[in-house]
């Protein structure tokens, strides 16, 4: 009787834990870029009453005989699947169609190349000058000076300063452009005139703080900036009054060997973990050299990726585990009245 109510706590904990993944689910079909999780249980150990025997001459072998001594949670897994693309009216609005991630940071602006900064700090480099492995120089990202994550989520907005936001002030982060002369981001911050109908290079040596600048200066003169747009490679094309395009940045995406082993920060973030791997990062527009921007997805502009939990499916799951739960409970007022009954043999 006490293995029964043992296994019937087991069963009515692992449900539970079901039941909490399955509401999280329901309470997130709405959330931007969510991915949807499952519980997936095991059994426990096994009480030996018996060992299994071999055949013999005059006999057929025999099983062994186990008594199961419940279950237990084997897992949490986040299903990495996509979610249905929503139109929006927003030109800041970008979804990801394909397996990549947005690069965010919370922490000092980051414009510049390298050595002193001014208003802010030095860009966060990337391992392809010798290998182009295009990870992340980790040693960089020390907590004085960025904390980087990850999102799906493209529901971006401005600052005062132009800077592109995530919803929670995290800077979204991408590389400069160049058209083989002057560089799209300036060292102080200021965003220079890179004719945009040239052919465009990125420098993804180096992230950095994107910015949609009020204006631009093509070295003679200053122009406002009237509109922009984002290409499919997330290369940002700003429109000036006089009519010309500049090229302004490109959105920065990274992409993980298992990316179910992210740790979910909240906020619609994650963070590399040791079992996602290292980030690898998309090379930049215009660059040939062991270009790997096939693997990352489009960016969609005005465009957003709403979860991928199926209602349908959670509703039944929902009702699969309650019952689940109700039958372990019944097993264990069952041993109650088998352990009454025994009691009562002594009147």
């Known amino acids: 009787m006490l293995r029964l109510m043992n296994s019937g706590v087991s ?119 010798a290998n182009q492995d295009h990870t992340i120089n980790q040693p960089t990202l020390t907590a004085s000076e960025s904390q980087v994550s990850y999102t799906r989520d493209g529901a971006f907005t401005l600052d005062e300063q132009g800077n592109l936001l995530t919803s929670d002030g995290y800077r979204v982060m991408g590389y400069s452009m160049t058209n083989g002369g002057t560089d799209s981001m300036a060292d102080d911050g200021q965003i220079n005139y890179v004719d945009g109908t040239a052919a465009l290079t990125a420098n993804d040596t180096s992230l950095k703080t994107l910015r949609i600048p009020a204006t631009v200066n093509d070295g003679a003169n200053t122009f406002r900036v009237t509109s922009f747009s984002i290409g499919r490679d997330g290369v940002i094309i700003g429109t000036l009054s006089d009519g010309r395009t500049t090229a302004i940045g490109q959105i920065a995406m990274a992409s993980f060997r298992n990316p179910a082993g992210l740790s979910k920060e909240g906020k619609n973030l994650y963070s590399a973990s040791v079992n996602s791997g290292t980030a690898t990062l998309r090379s930049g527009a215009g660059n040939t050299v062991n270009n790997n921007s096939d693997g990352y997805g489009d960016a969609l502009q005005s465009m957003l990726e709403m979860s991928n939990v199926d209602l349908a499916q959670q509703f039944t799951d929902m009702i699969v585990a309650s019952r689940a739960f109700q039958a372990n409970g019944k097993s264990i007022t069952t041993g109650d009245e088998i352990l009454q009954d025994i009691i009562n043999l002594k009147r």
Do not use: C, H, W
């Open 11 to 129: 069963g009515m904990q692992s449900n539970q834990t079901a039941l909490d993944v399955i509401g999280n689910n329901i309470a997130n079909q709405e959330t931007v870029a969510f991915k949807g999780s499952r519980a997936r249980f095991q059994d426990m150990l096994s009480q030996s009453q018996g060992d299994g025997t071999s055949p013999t001459v005059s006999a057929g072998g025999t099983n062994p005989t186990q008594i199961g001594l419940g279950v237990k949670l084997a897992g949490i897994d986040t299903i990495m699947t996509q979610g249905i693309m929503q139109p929006t009216n927003s030109n800041l609005d970008v979804a990801i169609d394909g397996d990549g991630y947005f690069i965010v940071t919370k922490g000092n602006t980051i414009f510049n190349n390298g050595g002193t900064t001014v208003n802010g700090q030095a860009g966060i480099t990337v391992n392809n000058a």
